[in-house]
């Protein structure tokens, strides 16, 4: 059974500083993987989507790396701002099938 | 812009009471699926389905039911709420069984 973690659950860096969130899986039979964003009560937002052929994507500030056969992913934000702070939020979909296994989250805070 | 839409942001119901949770999404995306969002037990997917009227049992289906006459709806059913049903219910689409899920906003149940 495919098991996804996030650690660590909380970080609080200064603004301008780089984030480094960590994911990693248990089984490296994946499909792909994909980075959210959830702001409190809220809904989540896709950030990153990575292939399971790729090592890493990028958008804007937001880099993902995905090293499958050791079961790792990292999103790095470079220069961080007040407005990053939220849950990041890492899934693994299967090799076969729907399925997102998600990880428990990071919550992010970004200090002024 | 994928955009999906549920119908309530806040709801309160009763123990016994039947629920309907509704779900649309506007960008003829094939696959559809519900989770709940519980502190400490992260996103886990209760049901999905990859065409109308075609469904399959997500990780907790259990006093729960789904319905999806039209491609653009996906509703969730409680046939009979249960205060362990308080949960935060979050709706996504994908456009095929591989690629990005998008969410909606979520609906905050309160079963009394």
């Known amino acids: 059974k495919q098991e996804v973690t996030q650690i660590p659950a909380a970080l609080s860096v200064p603004e301008g500083e780089n984030l480094v969130l960590n994911c990693s899986f248990t089984?490296?039979?994946?499909?792909?993987l994909q980075w959210f964003r959830q702001d409190p009560g809220k809904g989540l937002t896709s950030l990153l989507l990575i292939q399971s052929s790729q090592r890493e994507q990028t958008s804007g500030r937001l880099n993902a790396s995905l090293d499958k056969s050791s079961g790792r992913s990292t999103l790095y934000i470079a220069a961080s701002q007040p407005g990053d702070s939220a849950t990041y939020l890492c899934a693994v979909r299967k090799a076969a099938g729907n399925k997102l296994t998600f990880g428990g989250g990071t919550r992010v805070l970004v200090k002024p | 812009d994928v955009k999906v839409t549920q119908s309530s942001r806040y709801l309160v119901k009763r123990t016994g009471e039947k629920v309907f949770l509704e779900c649309v999404q506007d960008?003829?995306?094939?696959?559809m699926f519900w989770y709940r969002q519980d502190p400490g037990l992260g996103l886990r997917l209760i049901y999905f389905?990859?065409?109308?009227?075609?469904?399959e049992k997500g990780d907790i289906p259990e006093g729960y039911s789904v319905s999806r006459e039209k491609k653009e709806r996906f509703s969730l059913i409680l046939e009979s709420a249960s205060t362990n049903q308080t949960s935060m219910y979050l709706c996504a689409s994908s456009r095929d069984s591989y690629n990005e899920q998008f969410f909606g906003p979520g609906t905050r149940l309160t079963v009394l």
């Open positions: 960008m003829d995306h094939e696959n």
């Open positions: 089984d490296s039979a994946i499909y792909n």
């Open positions: 389905s990859y065409d109308v009227k075609m469904k």
